[in-house]
């Protein structure tokens, strides 16, 4: 099955600093804030929670189709991407935008103070899928990822109009949604995916029960940090699936980026979820290693190798389809029902 991704392209400017930032909050002080971390290291890396999942999926061989708007200065980006089997096609560049910047502060905690400037992004509403997905080629799944909130809006009712099954990823623009807007994001997504405190705001905002968001979709997939994730269905019971404990932390930045593009391979050819969940989790412990959220290389070899060690000998074998899927480039087109299921 192939995949379409929408959402942001940007450039990551990640810093570390080497410290607490809890111990330079003064809770009095907080009605005028004034702070400034020296760092002590500037990486620049190629970013955006769209393009850092097609480059997940195009390392499985799976041809994701970008979508996004991105500046003039996309040229060389655009060449990386293409050469880890990312078709850009759909990719607009505008004439008057810089690609968008993701600024990004972390301490010794894994704690992160973030900015985000939209730049070009601010154009994604001016791309049409209609005229995008045809062909041979449609895909068989439509990733909704953060984005300009009316390009979000736009590309969700396009997949319901053209019969595409979508997942939500609301994520980050939870903050700038409001609730029927949210609402319209989420309502008939065959996957919904949030982290713990999304979920939260998720709800906050639609003002939906936790069981009324289970109606409304076909799948909830909560990310839980160290503890791993959780997958709900209307009337199934959870299914929860531990992180891999030994990973090394480098820098989370796109980590979640990385578990969904391991989870969403695997469904594109039609897998399980727990062993689904446990591919995510296996190539977000790797990109949790690398500075940077495509630093990382899908290396399917070591990917067994981490699910054989974090869940035991013969937890890789139902993962062959994918792990042993073509080289970048070269499309798969099954195309198994979104959402299907046999975690036992």
């Known amino acids: 099955m192939r995949i379409a991704v929408t959402g942001s392209i940007a450039t990551d400017h990640l810093m570390v600093f080497p410290g607490r930032f809890t111990e330079q909050l003064l809770p009095d002080q907080f009605a005028h804030l004034s702070l400034s971390f020296l760092v002590d290291r500037l990486e620049v890396r190629r970013g955006g929670v769209a393009a850092n999942i ?9 041809s994701p189709l970008l979508v996004g708007a991105v500046g003039t200065d996309f040229a060389e980006y655009e060449v990386w991407l293409k050469d880890h089997g990312v078709d850009t096609a759909g990719v607009r560049v505008s004439g008057e935008r810089q690609t968008a910047r993701f600024l ?11 900015a985000f400037y939209a730049g070009a992004m601010a154009e994604a509403y001016d791309i049409g899928l209609g005229a995008l997905l045809t062909g041979g080629e449609r895909p068989g799944l439509v990733l909704v990822s953060p984005d300009d909130p ?3 809006l736009r590309h969700t009712a396009e997949c319901r109009a053209l019969g595409l099954p979508f997942a939500a990823d609301p994520s980050q623009q939870l903050a700038r949604l409001d609730g029927e807007q949210v ?9 919904l995916f949030t982290n713990e405190y999304e979920a939260a705001l998720l709800k906050e905002r639609t003002g939906w029960s936790h069981g009324e968001v289970l109606a409304a979709v076909g799948a909830w997939v909560t990310t839980l940090g160290a503890r791993g994730v959780r997958i709900e269905r209307a009337g199934s019971a959870p299914l929860v699936v531990p992180a891999v404990h030994d990973a090394e932390t480098v820098d989370p930045t796109g980590v979640g980026d990385a ?3 391991g989870f969403l391979a695997a469904v594109s050819h039609g897998l399980p ?3 689904a969940a446990r591919l995510g989790c296996a190539l977000a412990s790797v990109a949790l290693g690398a500075v940077g959220s495509q630093s990382h290389e899908v290396d399917r070899a070591q990917l067994s190798a981490v699910v054989e060690r974090a869940y035991g000998p013969g937890a890789a074998a139902p993962l062959a389809p994918v792990l042993a899927a073509p080289a970048a480039g070269t499309p798969c087109t099954s195309m198994p029902e979104a959402g299907r299921d046999d975690p036992a």
């Open 104 to 114: 990004c502060i972390t301490d010794d905690d894994a704690n992160q103070i973030a």
């Open 259 to 261: 578990f969904r593009a």
């Open 183 to 191: 609402r319209d994001l989420v309502e008939g997504a065959a996957w």
């Open 273 to 275: 979820l727990e062993p």
């Open 54 to 62: 097609a480059y997940g999926l195009g390392g499985f061989g799976l």
């Open 150 to 152: 009316s390009a979000m």
